[in-house]
C-alpha cells in the first residue's frame, strides 16, 4: 500500500542456527531498504556466549585471561606478563567493539605502541590474538583479524662502545661499590648490598664481550 509506504524484508541466519525475519519501513522502496541495510550492520545477532560483536575487545581479552586463568593454562608470572602488556595497548584499542577491529586498526596501535613502549609489542599483540580467538568461539566473531598482524619492525639503535675514560670510572666506581660506606658521604650505599665480585664481573664483561646472559 503505498499510503502506508514501503517495507523492506530480509531473512537473516544467526549464529545460533535460527532464520530471522528483519524488517523495516519507509517511505518509498529506496527509503525502506536503506533502512533494512543500515539495521543489519547495527544488528546485534542472538548467541550463546556472552559476547557480541558489539562488546568491548576489552571483554574479550580479559574474557580470555579468565578462562585461561580457571583452567590453569597461564602461570602466574606469565599471567602478569601478559596483563602488564594488554594494559599498555588497552588504551588504543581497548574500547573498540568487535565489529571495528580490523587487521589495519591493530597494526597501526601496534605501530604507536613501539614508539613509546617496544618491549610491550610482541605480548600486546599475543594477548590481543588470543582475545579475539576468545571472541570467536564464543560466536562474536566469524574470524580473527589479529591473524593478519605482523610485528612493527624493530628500530635497531646505534652501537657505541665505552671509551677508554668510561671504562676507567666504571672500573672506578665498581671498586667502591663493594663497600660497604660510600667514603664520600660516610652513608651505606643505596641499592643491593654491595659484592666483592662486581669488579671482577665488570672486567669479565668488557674483556669478553660477554653479554649478561652468556
Known amino acids: 500500500d503505498r499510503a502506508r509506504g ?12 535460527k532464520t530471522r525475519r528483519v524488517k523495516r519501513s519507509g517511505k518509498s522502496q529506496a527509503e525502506a531498504t536503506r533502512r533494512l541495510r543500515e539495521a543489519l550492520v ?4 542472538p548467541t550463546n556466549g556472552t559476547l557480541s560483536v558489539n562488546s568491548r575487545l576489552s571483554e574479550a581479552v580479559e574474557g580470555w585471561l579468565e578462562e585461561a586463568t580457571d583452567r590453569g593454562r597461564l602461570r602466574d608470572g606469565t599471567l602478569r606478563v601478559y596483563r602488564q602488556a594488554w594494559k599498555a595497548v588497552a588504551p588504543l584499542v581497548g574500547e ?22 617496544p618491549g610491550q609489542v610482541k605480548n600486546a599483540l599475543v594477548v590481543t590474538r588470543h582475545g579475539l580467538s576468545h571472541a570467536v568461539r564464543a560466536g562474536a566473531l566469524v574470524g580473527n583479524p589479529a591473524r593478519e598482524v605482523e610485528l612493527p619492525p ?55 664481550g660477554l653479554r649478561i646472559g652468556e
Do not use: K, N, S, Y
Request: net charge neutral; aromatic share 2%.
Open 6 to 17: 514501503f517495507t523492506a524484508v530480509a531473512r537473516v541466519r544467526d549464529p545460533d542456527g
Open 42 to 45: 547495527d544488528r546485534v545477532p
Open 96 to 117: 573498540l567493539r568487535l565489529g571495528e577491529v580490523t587487521a589495519g586498526v591493530l597494526t597501526r596501535a601496534l605501530a604507536a605502541l613501539a614508539e613509546t613502549t
Open 154 to 208: 624493530r628500530q635497531r639503535r646505534e652501537v657505541r662502545a665505552l671509551t677508554v675514560e668510561e671504562e676507567d670510572r666504571l672500573r672506578r666506581l665498581a671498586r667502591e661499590h663493594r663497600q660497604l660506606i660510600d667514603e664520600a658521604t660516610g652513608q651505606p650505599w643505596p641499592g643491593p648490598r654491595p659484592t666483592m665480585l662486581l669488579p671482577d664481573v665488570i672486567d669479565l664483561l668488557l674483556g669478553t
